[in-house]
């Protein structure tokens, strides 16, 4: 396996009195794309917030490989009150690291827009687009800030079946441009969308990881009962 991209080694975290996350590590290598599944209250919004430096762990590291870049989208995208062009182009004017002019951040939104399948919409209200056209906004935002890791919390449970297989879509795509490939890993509380997109699936109860398998691993009723009788458990619970 390639050498890690991002990872956590034995994090815990603690929110308030709460035990979010214990003793978890986690390595994960370009190109994978890792579905983060568990009840409510597991920690899986946790890990993705510790990966990405929302979060401070109480104990363990977070590691990084140098000059990985990072993205992360929510289950609602924070959008600003402005067109869709100017929600993408804003955030990549004000990244004093890239010294783009307005014209030139005006450029690469319209690239992320195009790519998004949004540019008849470039001129409008951001926040008056449908949820699923304001998720794949947020995406083009990430997108034109060319991260190597997409991090996404639930980024399909609010939308409708025909929109979340858009987005669905889109991530896949992402994860396998073939000019750039985006590493994935995201939080889902359906089985089919980890099934269709995940290549590694990671299960967490009560802030513990207690699975971390390939996804036909982790979907095989004769290799997972062995493996992780938790997760097992949890499978069953979802599909019954
Ligand atoms: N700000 C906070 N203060 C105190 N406890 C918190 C806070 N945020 C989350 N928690 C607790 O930490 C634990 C992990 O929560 P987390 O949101 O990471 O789980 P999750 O698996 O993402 O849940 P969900 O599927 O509902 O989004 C839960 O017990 C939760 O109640």
Redesign the pocket.
Same mark, same amino acid.
């Given at each position: 396996m390639s050498a890690a991209q991002i990872g956590l080694d034995a994090v815990s975290v603690r929110? &308030?009195?709460?035990a979010?996350?214990m003793g978890v590590s986690l390595r994960i290598a370009a190109g994978e794309r890792v579905a983060?599944v568990?009840?409510?209250?597991? &920690?899986?919004?946790?890990?993705l917030?510790t990966l990405h430096g929302l979060v401070p762990p109480t104990q363990g590291q977070v590691q990084q490989a140098p000059g990985v870049r990072q993205a992360m989208l929510f289950q609602r995208p924070h959008l600003l009150r402005l067109s869709a062009l100017n929600n993408v182009a804003l955030g990549l004017w004000l990244d004093r690291a890239r010294g783009l002019s307005w014209a030139a951040a005006k450029v690469l939104a319209l690239q992320a827009l195009e790519r998004v399948g949004l540019l008849s919409v470039a001129q409008q209200n951001g926040r008056q687009l449908s949820g699923g056209q304001q998720q794949r906004l947020a995406l083009a935002r990430a997108w034109a800030r060319q991260p190597d890791v997409l991090l996404l919390?639930?980024p399909t449970a609010s939308l409708d079946p025909h929109a979340k297989r858009e987005v669905e879509a889109l991530m896949a795509d992402f994860a396998s441009s073939e000019e750039r490939a985006l590493t994935l890993v995201w939080?889902s509380?359906n089985l089919g969308q980890v099934k269709r997109l995940a290549t590694r699936v990671v299960y967490?109860e009560g802030?513990r990881l207690m699975a971390d398998l390939p996804v036909a691993d982790f979907f095989n009723p004769a290799v997972l009962p062995a493996c992780s009788p938790a997760a097992h458990a949890f499978v069953q619970g979802e599909l019954s």
């Open positions: 929110l &308030g009195a709460q979010a996350l983060l568990g009840a409510n209250g597991s &920690g899986k919004s946790t890990l917030r919390d639930e939080a509380h967490l802030g």
